[in-house]
């Protein structure tokens, strides 16, 4: 990879407020870019607002939608790859989908959440694509909220080549912007740690007009797990690191420092499978 400066954003946005959440992206996407900002990580669903309710029909949108196109003009117009979510109309049923823009406006990857929280099993269909895409000769990792929880999906990713993995969140759950960024330190540092990736992740602010209330947390950590940035409030926000290539290249070069190295999946199917041992 070569370095790159990311921002992760904390945003609000209420459900089927397609224009007005795009104007909220633009105005932190815009603040990023004049930060430094090579990449701009946004929430979970940011352009169609997140929810669970039945009205979630109304608020989704198609791949060919002008809210998208328009992120792309954004994305194009700052030079920046920038990556949003989406509830996504596919078909009979929905996504919750990530889609990362290149700096000329073009779609650099697409993601669909695997690991659907129990309160999403109802409303939308489960992913089945591992999220990768290149930017900026590095490799990235797409996740969504409840994705972080499973440390097989990072470690999956980081297997193929992942060197930074980006986590978009809409976690309304009732605590405090302080105390969603201490839960989110009990688990998130042990996938960069792991994986020997860096890590950013955000959730939105504010309400969703629709009864769902965020707490703003962003957090970018480097390749041990430690915080390189971080922002928690009730307004808008941006955590802005430099993830830096020469780090990462000296600790995946290390014999004990690079713990993939060490799997041995082969036993793993063994032990996961009785039968071929």
Known sequence: MKDLI???????SRLADFEANLDRV?????QA??????????????LTGYGVGPDVFQAALGLGSRPLKRAGQLAAD???????GLMERRRA?????????GPRGQILGLYRKIHLGPTETDRFRAGQEPGLFEHNGARFGLQLCYDGHFPELSGLQ????AEALLIAHASPRRESPEEKAQ????????RAYDNTAYLAACNPVADNGQGLSFAGVALILGPKGETLASYTGRRPGLALAELKA?????????????FRASRRPELYRKLNDPDET
Do not use: D
């Open 93 to 101: 049923r929905l996504c919750l989908t990530q889609v990362a823009f």
């Open 183 to 190: 839960r989110w330190l009990r688990y998130l540092p042990a």
């Open 158 to 161: 980081a297997g193929r080549g």
């Open 246 to 258: 020469e780090p990462l290249r000296r600790i995946r070069a290390s014999r004990m420092g690079f």
């Open 26 to 30: 633009a105005v932190q996407a815009g």
């Open 6 to 12: 990311v921002a992760a954003a904390c945003v609000q």
């Open 78 to 84: 700052l030079g920046l790859a920038l990556v949003v």
């Open 33 to 46: 870019a004049r930060a430094g900002a090579g990449l701009v990580l946004f929430p979970e669903a940011c």
